[in-house]
């Protein structure tokens, strides 16, 4: 199972590196909970999901047969029985989200004690991670009941499921029965994809997450203009002014905590479009004619970078998304706001479009990720990232109050009929949702340099911002898709993160003239005010 690390496989624990929360300076193995083929845990134990739990053991039977394996439908059922009893004991995605529970510090020994019935030392050595002294256990409390499952598994059934995954997670780079196998459960059944994407797409999305920063050295040169950095710099300007003022007149934060959260947002660290130094992807050997031997060739440059990083000190340069991703993120440990080249587009940016328009969109992206580090988990790690309680006992318990009004909300949302969203799992999202809108719109107004904002098309500035929030979350769902994404994603529905926090917001009541009685009006007094 170690080994799957670096090559096709499963295994019911995985590992990956990264930065130490409690000391951001160095690199640490985390260890994860894993060892189920379906979305979450929920699809083997909600009702809701039965149907796709069916659909998933038809899909393992089919995929045992196809490679030849003794017996495969009571194969397939055993294997699915097994991955319940995993999914039993695992953690919620909401509960994977506590920054505090999720942060548990083993020697190898220590965790040997605490999980007994797997093969740590084994899987340790087999994942290149022998040599560590410490690990952080994500999920301290599944950990051992997971162990007891695989203790407790026949060998018979531990070697059909790894067979199964080992073909399911091959199965897109071997031949068309094989691809058209997955494609049908994962893409078409989970998602209700109508067709597989051709092969020449599959292939361009293969190499470039593969070797993602060197088709990025490429988009940049073409279609990333220094003037777009330069006005994104200054959109960030405006944005960390904006929250600076609002955490200085907040009403329910002691001056104590205020302080910290200054100093937090003046070392936040900001990336713009593109790494200052490539990926060297020199040591990466692939050939022409062996498609599966360049997958497991990728699998394998990747985890030894990853062991590469042991032992050094974080490399603060390093990004976590390639340039050509239209995406953004916080990472709380490193402090930092990152805003890849592709995101700097319509409908997020454009540089000859209505300032407006441009502070709902990119504007309301930048406050969503500054927002994330004083969010619900992003709060609990200071300004040098370290996971650590920096607030009042009295602003906490004022921070929650509000969380919670906003969480009983969102629980009343319904992308589609019976699931509705769970506020647990999107709590930080929505805070950073909130955020974009309220910070936002403050540095849409600094930017008018206390002139008064221009109508255009008889649109005031104050509904254009609004409508630049709303036309960048402009989605089509499919009902599976959307079904899935209630189940595992932490962002709310995209309707959702768009009404959810404009309702709290005073200003879109007065720019839309929004009166009690409509369907989405709160009173004033029931509005959520957390900036």
Do not use: C
């Not at 093969?119 to 007891?148: E, H, S």
């Not at 944005?239 to 609002?246: C, F, G, I, K, V």
């Not at 909130?434 to 500035?461: C, F």
């Amino acid at each position: 199972m170690g080994g799957s690390q670096a090559r096709f496989g499963a295994s019911i624990f995985g590992a990956f590196i990264s930065d130490d929360a409690k000391n951001p300076s160095r690199y640490v193995t985390y260890l994860n909970q894993s060892g189920i083929g379906l979305p979450t845990r929920d699809y083997y134990l909600d009702a809701r999901y039965a149907d796709k739990k069916a659909a998933y053991q038809a899909y393992a039977a089919q995929m045992l047969e196809m490679i030849g394996w003794d017996n495969p439908a009571a194969a397939a059922e055993q294997i699915v029985a097994m991955e319940t009893q995993i999914a039993q004991v695992q953690w919620t995605p909401a509960e994977n989200r506590d920054d505090d529970k999720t942060y548990h510090a083993f020697t190898p020994a220590e965790l040997n004690a605490a999980a007994p019935g797997f093969d740590w030392a084994g899987y340790l050595n087999a994942a290149g991670l022998g040599a560590v002294d410490t690990v952080i256990v994500r999920q301290d409390t599944a950990f051992p009941k997971i162990a007891t499952v695989f203790a407790e598994t026949p060998i018979e059934t531990l070697r059909a499921w790894q067979a199964f995954r080992t073909a399911s997670e091959a199965a897109p780079y071997l031949s068309q029965r094989f691809s058209d196998a997955q494609w049908a459960f994962y893409s078409h059944e989970l998602s209700g994809a109508p067709e597989q994407r051709v092969r020449d797409k599959r292939a361009v999305s293969f190499a470039e997450g593969a070797v993602g920063e060197a088709f990025g050295r490429l988009y940049v040169a073409d279609y990333f203009p220094a003037s777009s950095k330069a006005q994104m710099e200054q959109l960030v300007a405006n944005l960390r002014t904006a929250l600076a003022n609002r955490i200085q007149h907040l009403d329910w934060m002691s001056d104590e905590t205020k302080a910290q959260a200054q100093y937090k947002l003046d070392h936040f660290n900001v990336k713009i479009g593109y790494p200052t130094k490539w990926r060297d992807y020199s040591d990466l050997s692939v050939r022409g004619d062996d498609l599966v031997g360049n997958v497991e060739a990728v699998a394998k440059f990747d985890w030894a970078f990853e062991l590469g990083r042991l032992n050094r000190p974080v490399d603060k340069d390093e990004w976590g998304m390639t340039p050509q991703t239209v995406n953004a993120y916080y990472d709380q440990t490193k402090n930092e706001i990152v805003f890849p080249a592709a995101i700097l587009q319509p409908p997020f940016f454009d540089p000859n479009a209505d300032p407006a328009v441009n502070y709902g969109g990119i504007g309301g992206v930048i406050g969503h990720e500054i927002g994330h580090g004083f969010d619900d988990q992003g709060r609990k790690s200071d300004g040098d990232g370290v996971l650590r309680d920096w607030w009042t006992a009295g602003d906490a318990t004022r921070f929650q109050a509000k969380t919670e009004q906003l969480g009983a909300q969102y629980a009343t949302y319904e992308p589609i009929a019976g699931f509705h969203i769970d506020p647990a799992l999107t709590m930080g999202e929505n805070i950073g949702d909130m955020a974009g809108v309220t910070v936002g719109l403050d540095a849409y107004h600094l930017s008018l340099n206390g002139q008064p904002a221009p109508v255009l098309d008889g649109l005031t500035g104050d509904q254009r911002f609004f409508l630049g929030w709303a036309q960048v979350w402009r989605s089509k769902y499919r009902d599976t898709a959307l079904q899935q994404q209630v189940a595992t994603d932490p962002h709310s529905a995209a309707q959702f993160r768009v009404i959810g926090p404009v309702r709290n917001s005073d200003a879109w009541y007065e720019a839309f003239n929004v009166q009690p009685g409509e369907k989405y009006y709160v009173a004033p007094e029931d509005r959520v005010r957390l900036w």
